[in-house]
């Protein structure tokens, strides 16, 4: 993850599908799986870049390889903006804190995660779309349709690149850099007064 992030997400605007909507108690309680559905996306698309990168290196990025990755990482993005909007309407700092955590949770993954590419980013990828899901999951009515439509669609566009890596299910360890407790914490004590 060697590129900031944000610089990286801007270079792919696209239209966003509005969420459910939720009663106000309903949010309180969805809220916390949302935001690591978000961190989640944020990190996915980030270790998408170096999965390119990694796969550049060893001769495997061309063709329909490349077509696929490029698609998989344009519709992580359209789901990263559409979570953004959504959740952002919560509080009016939520993009400070957002940003703070992001590169809090980018720099434990390059801390914690020891594996040497090309599997490195491969895993942390497959690692990330699995919890993404289960994050979703969990959200039940307030889940986003942009990731309930376009996620599937994304893995399967990875899957296709058949890259000779092995994933090494680093599930649990991403959960432990991604800790989205104190982000979700001031978004749920937003009251706007104080900052």
């Known amino acids: 993850m060697n590129k900031p992030f944000l610089h990286r997400l801007k270079a792919r605007i696209v239209p966003v599908t509005q969420a459910p909507k939720a009663t106000e108690e309903e949010g309180q309680k969805l809220l916390?799986?949302?935001?690591?559905?978000?961190?989640?996306?944020?990190?996915?698309?980030?270790?998408?870049?170096?999965?390119?990168?990694?796969?550049?290196?060893?001769?495997?990025?061309?063709h329909a390889k490349k077509r696929n990755l490029n698609e998989c990482i344009h519709r992580?993005?359209?789901?990263?903006?559409?979570?953004?909007?959504?959740?952002?309407?919560?509080?009016?700092?939520?993009?400070?804190?957002?940003?703070?955590?992001?590169?809090?949770?980018?720099?434990?993954i390059r801390e914690h995660i020891l594996i040497q590419p090309?599997?490195?980013?491969?895993?942390?990828v497959r690692a990330?779309?699995?919890?993404?899901?289960?994050?979703?999951?969990?959200?039940?009515?307030?889940?986003?349709?942009?990731?309930?439509?376009?996620?599937?669609?994304?893995?399967?566009l990875l899957d296709r690149c058949e890259f000779p890596v092995e994933d090494k299910h680093i599930d649990f360890i991403l959960q432990n850099c991604i800790d989205t407790k104190d982000l979700t914490k001031k978004i749920t004590t937003d009251k706007f007064d104080k900052l």
């Not at 996915?44 to 990168?53: G, I, P, T």
């Not at 959504?86 to 809090?104: K, P, T, V």
């Not at 090309?118 to 942390?124: E, F, G, L, N």
């Not at 779309?129 to 893995?155: G, I, M, T, Y």
Request: net charge negative.
């Open 32 to 62: 916390p799986k949302a935001v690591q559905v978000i961190l989640y996306t944020a990190c996915l698309h980030s270790a998408l870049y170096d999965l390119m990168e990694e796969m550049t290196e060893t001769g495997e990025y061309r």
């Open 76 to 108: 992580i993005g359209y789901i990263h903006n559409a979570l953004h909007k959504s959740i952002g309407a919560h509080s009016h700092y939520f993009g400070r804190w957002y940003n703070e955590q992001l590169d809090n949770a980018e720099a434990s």
């Open 118 to 124: 090309p599997h490195r980013a491969y895993s942390i």
């Open 128 to 156: 990330l779309f699995r919890l993404v899901e289960q994050s979703n999951e969990a959200c039940s009515r307030w889940r986003c349709p942009a990731v309930v439509v376009h996620l599937p669609d994304a893995l399967k």
